[in-house]
């Protein structure tokens, strides 16, 4: 027999379902963060989008011209 690290360092039963379950837990939590972070990129293209249209459709500012006054001959 081959002296090797699995035949040297079995995991109880007991290790392997808690390794089972910390990857099934793990592998939900990677799906829901990955749907979120798609969410936010959603939203975020949105909203870009939106502040785009609004800058688009919104009249340009009127810049009102000032007059110079005559200097005064005191």
């Not at 939590?29 to 909203?47: G, H, M, N, P, S």
Request: charged content about 40%; proline content about 3%.
């Amino acid at each position: 027999m081959q002296v090797t690290k699995e035949t040297l360092f079995k995991a109880s039963k007991a290790e392997m379902k808690g390794d089972a379950t910390t990857r099934a837990a793990r592998e939900i939590i990677d799906r829901d963060r990955a749907q979120q972070d798609a969410k936010t990129e959603r939203l975020r293209q949105a909203r870009m989008e939106r502040d785009a249209a609004e800058q688009a459709a919104a009249p340009a500012p009127v810049v009102k011209k000032t007059r110079k006054r005559a200097a005064s001959a005191a």
